[in-house]
């Protein structure tokens, strides 16, 4: 966030770790901050989009509410990605119209992102949107996932050098040329499933022990029973998958259809030469767009969706659910409709208040109408026949491979990893997919066949030390050695924002908090604000035209104040706080607050009474606040370097913005040897301003 809110030049990263740290979460809460930043910007159009949450699939995009690479940027599905199609100028300029304006992408289950559709497609859209001949077309990518996963299909590693391609020359690894790597370790969950999550992380890296395959194999159970028959089945082979799905299609005791696609073929001159174009259509869905030519269908079956339908709904390609009614208008024809209830509510949720009229009685409003699709394809050896097929976009799901189940996140499953060959990351890919170790359930293990791929431990090594992001700006938490560390920030607002402040590990690393624009009233009891192991000193502003006074500062001290302080000492309209404390007794620090509204001569009035004071006017002095003067601009700053620079010697510490305003309006004065001080901003979400702070490593003498 500091890099988005300081500087304009684009930035790479990967976001990284293992099951249960909370990339999702934090995923989340960066996008709503950029959001937030950009659509608030001074001088900038609101309406324009200037972040994106991007996935490879249609159920990655719906996981984190956003869209899939390919329908964003118009990048055919179906077509090789090895080969790079610039747009006609019509459509081009239309992707302009949305996406012109945009800075920065989220770029979630990276490791589903093929090196080509990455730097051949990707990369090219975005520089072609952009009319920029930078890699990605300038855009900022953030990019989210674990590359301990399955291999992409019909791509190689992200990571990878492209082979065969006549891009390898002019770009060897955009990946490794740009990104870098912040990986998150802290497993986020509750002790049960952090004791799985570590298992499963251990796993991941091919670093689990004998005793972990021990306690996985406490979950084996046999094949027909002791299994939930209702959770999900995941296989390596698809033979394996066909087979479970027809032995549960055929138990199942709902009604049953067997629903023909309805096939034509473009352009055939004579019924002969239809007749021989459609007997070459194979009986593959994958050379079928998907699309099955005899789908089995039984109310109460479990199936799910083989195409994205309608993404910003959540109808993506993987979407489960159970068939709840089958309301077909001519039978064994694709035609009427399937009633479906999906696994999650919100999948669905605008296609069924758009189609309220079809709710007839005995129709439930949870369920969702699923309708016929049409789709071309080509068949013949030099795919000249083009095929039209109609047929519901719905496959059986009683068990799906492993691949298919990437991103899926289960309460319960059953796993059969049993395999000829190694597959490297399968096992982890397949464990991890549920939440729980007693929702895991294993028909085989298979142990022997667990790998790791060479290149991705390589790489991720790689990541770990030399492509290991650094932070560009210092956390207090990290900062040791330190006698005193001291920290100020405009909350605007502390009364609304007291809960971030109470989980930041920064406010909590630090010695004395000085908060302005707290906007505390004096109804308000201390306890309501209170931080565990702080005591609390408040400098409310009494005057207050409506419900709750602006203004206001509090600071909060773990170390024990001196006798006598912290006390009040505002004057001429400028808040000045007083602090303390008994670690350094001959060092007074003086929190303060100038509104905009009062003169900047009021303010140096205030501060030049204030270091007159008898018990202040020999002692060292740490001056930090608000002060509404911007230090980068010299005809601002110049009444205050006068006062404090020129004539007292003391000397301003921050050199950085501290504000997303690009200005430097909050800063620290002291007459202590800067040699023993180190200082600067950290970023915030909740307030336009960055907190300054400084971090003393010697006695204060």
């Excluded at 019509?90 to 990455?118: C, P």
């Excluded at 990437?406 to 399968?426: A, C, M, W, Y």
Aim: glycine letters at 6%; charged letters at 20%.
């Amino acid at each position: 966030m500091h890099q988005i809110k300081t500087t304009e030049i684009p930035f790479h990263c990967f976001l990284s770790g293992g099951a249960g740290v909370g990339k999702s979460h934090l995923t989340k809460a960066l996008y709503q901050a950029a959001l937030k930043y950009y659509n608030t910007r001074a001088g900038d159009d609101f309406h324009q989009i200037k972040v994106l949450l991007l996935g490879p699939t249609g159920k990655a995009a719906c996981n984190i509410k956003g869209n899939t690479i390919h329908s964003t940027f118009a990048v055919p599905a179906h077509q090789s990605l090895k080969n790079y199609n610039h747009l006609d100028s019509s459509r081009l300029n239309t992707l302009r119209t949305h996406f012109g304006g945009v800075k920065l992408i989220f770029l979630d289950e990276i490791s589903m992102v093929g090196n080509s559709m990455f730097t051949i497609q990707l990369n090219n859209r975005l520089k072609d949107i952009k009319g920029c001949k930078d890699d990605f077309g300038g855009v900022s990518i953030i990019a989210i996932g674990d590359l301990f996963q399955l291999e992409p299909v019909m791509d190689g590693y992200i990571f990878k050098d492209l082979q065969n391609s006549d891009y390898t020359v002019l770009a060897p690894s955009l990946w490794q040329k740009h990104f870098s790597m912040f990986e998150l370790t802290d497993i986020m969950r509750q002790r049960d499933s952090k004791l799985f999550a570590e298992l499963l992380n251990r796993l991941r890296e091919g670093k689990h022990t004998a005793s972990d395959i021990v306690k996985l194999k406490e979950r084996v159970v046999q094949e027909d029973t002791n299994n939930p028959i209702d959770a999900p089945h995941l296989f390596i082979q698809n033979a394996k998958v066909d087979e479970f799905n027809a032995i549960v299609h055929n138990a199942a005791v709902g009604n049953k259809y067997t629903i023909t696609a309805l096939d034509s073929v473009i352009g055939a001159s004579s019924p002969e030469l239809r007749t021989k174009i459609l007997r070459q259509i194979p009986n593959d869905p994958r050379k079928t767009k998907q699309l099955i030519l005899n789908l089995c269908l039984a109310e109460g079956e479990r199936t799910e969706l083989v195409m994205n339908i309608r993404t910003e709904d959540g109808m993506t390609n993987g979407s489960g659910n159970i068939v709840k009614f089958v309301q077909v208008n001519q039978q064994s024809r694709p035609s009427g409709i399937v009633w479906v209830q999906f696994d999650h509510l919100d999948v669905g949720q605008k296609t069924r208040n758009e189609n309220r009229h079809l709710y007839t009685q005995g129709i439930d409003h949870a369920w969702t109408p699923v309708k016929p699709v049409t789709i071309k394809f080509f068949v013949g050896r030099n795919k000249a026949a083009q095929v039209v097929r109609k047929q519901f976009p719905l496959r059986p799901a009683a068990a799906k491979t492993v691949h298919r189940s990437q991103g899926d996140t289960e309460t319960k499953i059953v796993v059969n990893l049993s395999t000829k060959r190694t597959i490297p990351h399968v096992h982890y890919v397949a464990l991890s997919r549920v939440t729980t170790f007693e929702g895991l359930y294993i028909t085989d293990l298979c142990e022997d066949k667990i790998a790791i791929h060479a290149t991705v431990t390589e790489e991720m090594e790689r990541l770990r030390t030399t492509a290991k992001l650094k932070l560009c700006i210092s956390p207090l938490y990290d900062i040791t050695g330190s006698i005193l560390k001291i920290c100020y920030l405009n909350t605007r607002s502390l009364h609304r924002h007291i809960q971030d402040i109470r989980k930041d590990l920064n406010y909590s690393s630090s010695d004395i908090n000085v908060f302005g624009e707290t906007r505390f009233s004096s109804q308000d009891h201390c306890d309501k604000y209170n931080i565990v192991g702080y005591s609390l000193f408040r400098n409310d502003n009494p005057h207050s035209l409506g419900s709750r006074p602006f203004g206001g500062t509090a600071v909060y001290s773990k170390i024990p104040y001196c006798p006598g302080y912290s006390y009040r000492h505002n004057v001429y309209g400028i808040e000045i706080t007083v602090i303390k404390v008994t670690i350094c007794e001959n060092c007074t620090v003086l929190g303060m607050y100038r509104s905009p509204k009062i003169p900047i001569r009021q303010l140096c009035q205030a501060v030049s009474e204030v270091l007159h004071v008898d018990t202040i006017s020999t002692e060292n002095i740490i001056i930090i606040g608000d002060f509404n003067v911007n230090w980068l601009i010299e005809a601002d700053r110049q009444p205050l370097w006068n006062l404090l620079v020129r004539d007292k010697c003391y000397k301003q510490l921050i050199s950085t913005y501290t504000t997303d305003n690009r200005t430097l309006i909050d800063h620290i004065f002291t007459n202590v040897s800067h040699l023993n001080i180190q200082a600067g901003v950290l970023e915030t979400y909740f307030t336009d301003h960055k907190a300054v702070w400084a971090s003393f490593h010697n006695a204060i003498n």
